[in-house]
């Protein structure tokens, strides 16, 4: 489905959406049903993507109400268009201005105080699965990075954001109004071309580390999340508990009690989804046997490679490798 942004003014402040008049109207609370088919509120991805193979979409930010504390199952890009939006983030006000972005990972609890007409925001609404072949295109030893792959580890539970005041930057707000338009019109390879936006806007934003605002809760956590994580994303194939405990001063046993309570997974589950994803991009961009893309990542038994995989994607390497051509 693609929206004309000129035709139906979905860009334009004025422009009042079917939910924001039933507010307007008097139904003055957030209708949670449009959002979620759960008991708590945890925003749906499928709420909002018409099909299932898509990763990615955008949607206007509710105005006239205020949307209560929520998470989603997804990353949120949030943009702020015109106006000011602001967002309570762990008891703190975030308000941004036009230009401004703020980067939400699935983990995140967080709610938006009501906006008035000229506050206009996106929401930028992107499945984890998404950053596959992004994070192939940048650099891996960056916040950024670290952000995607713990958006990545869906079983982790450290919740981050990341807070841009790029307004100022014309190549930075080029390359979001190019990533808006594309996921509005939708032309020919739209996939591919926002994946490469996408990327270059991350590439510029690190190019202005002094504008990038970091969530500060639990450091500790996060810190040691990202040490492992960056220690996988190099080694994943014959990286082990033992090598890392003995490179940054833990004992094996106890850096696998902190692992657990940081991120509700094991050092082996992070290791082995690292190595899928690894397998799932060659398999999307290289002509390798798959039996080759067991072992670069670290399986010697083809069978076992194959039982990880189909848990991982639900999908055999090789019907990975057939969708990733279509």
């Not at 008049?21 to 088919?37: E, F, H, M, R």
């Not at 499945?127 to 792959?149: C, E, M, S, V």
């Not at 806007?201 to 500060?216: G, K, P, R, T, V």
């Not at 890392?244 to 589950?269: D, N, V």
């Amino acid at each position: 489905m693609t929206i004309d942004m000129y035709e139906n003014g979905f860009l334009d402040p004025a422009y009042i959406t079917p939910e924001e008049q039933q507010i307007l109207d008097g139904n003055i609370a957030v209708q949670k049903n449009l959002y979620t088919s759960k008991q708590d509120f945890v925003v749906e991805s499928d709420k909002f993507l018409e099909h299932s193979e898509d990763d990615i979409t955008l949607r206007r930010h509710t105005r006239f109400v205020d949307f209560p504390k929520h998470k989603h199952d997804y990353v949120e890009i949030f943009y702020c268009l015109s106006g000011s939006v602001t967002h309570v983030i762990n008891e703190e006000e975030i308000c941004l201005r036009p230009g401004e972005l703020l980067f939400m990972n699935q983990h995140i609890e967080h709610a938006v105080i009501a906006c008035g007409q000229e506050d206009l925001g996106i929401n930028i609404i992107i499945r984890p699965a998404y950053f596959q072949n992004i994070l192939t295109l940048i650099n891996k030893d960056n916040i950024l990075a670290d952000f995607i792959i713990n958006a990545l580890e869906g079983d982790s539970c450290v919740g981050q954001y990341l807070y841009f005041t790029v307004s100022d930057n014309p190549c930075i707000q080029n390359l979001i109004h190019n990533a808006v338009f594309l996921l509005l019109q939708q032309p020919q390879n739209w996939h591919k071309l926002s994946e490469h936006t996408f990327a270059l806007l991350f590439m510029h934003i690190l190019s202005n580390a002094e504008n990038i605002l970091l969530d500060q809760k639990d450091e500790q956590s996060n810190v040691l999340m990202v040490v492992v994580r960056r220690y996988l994303a190099e080694h994943y194939d014959t990286g082990t508990l033992h090598e890392l405990a003995a490179q940054i001063g833990y004992t094996p046993s106890s850096l696998s009690r902190m692992i657990k309570k940081y991120s509700g997974t094991t050092f082996k589950e992070i290791q082995t989804r690292q190595r899928m994803r690894v397998a799932m991009n060659q398999l999307s961009h290289t002509a390798l046997p798959v039996s080759e893309i067991a072992l670069s990542v670290g399986y010697e038994n083809q069978n076992f490679f194959y039982k990880q995989f189909k848990k991982m994607y639900d999908m055999t390497p090789n019907e990975a490798r057939l969708k990733s051509r279509r």
